[in-house]
């Protein structure tokens, strides 16, 4: 008995040293057709097309939980800049520019 209550408790604490945070995706740029975006969340890949400069996506993300975040411009002469914010704070950022101008971010949640 005393081992599945030293087991229980080992798992409680394993569980609340997850920590817990608060991402956001963020695209921005200029394109006259808008931007097709590519994101993970929670490890499955979703996409958005056509979306407009001012495009988020926020979530919950735990620990080792991987971010990814790429913008392909769907016009020349363009710009992207994508981010990715981690509790209010920036975490990756990257920009591009030109035809059809992509820009990508990604990485590990400390």
Known sequence: MKRILLFAFIGVIAVSCSKNSSVKYIVT???AGGFNVTYKVSG????A??????????FDAESDD????????????AQVTVEI????????????S??????????TID
Do not use: R
């Open 49 to 58: 097309n056509a979306v407009n400069s001012g495009w988020s996506q926020s």
């Open 44 to 47: 499955e890949t979703k996409t």
């Open 66 to 77: 991987q971010v990814y975040l790429k913008a392909l411009a769907n016009g020349t002469n």
């Open 29 to 31: 740029g200029v394109s």
């Open 85 to 96: 914010q981690v509790d209010g704070s920036s975490f990756k950022k990257a920009s591009g």
């Open 98 to 107: 030109g035809n059809q101008a992509s820009a990508t971010v990604e990485g």
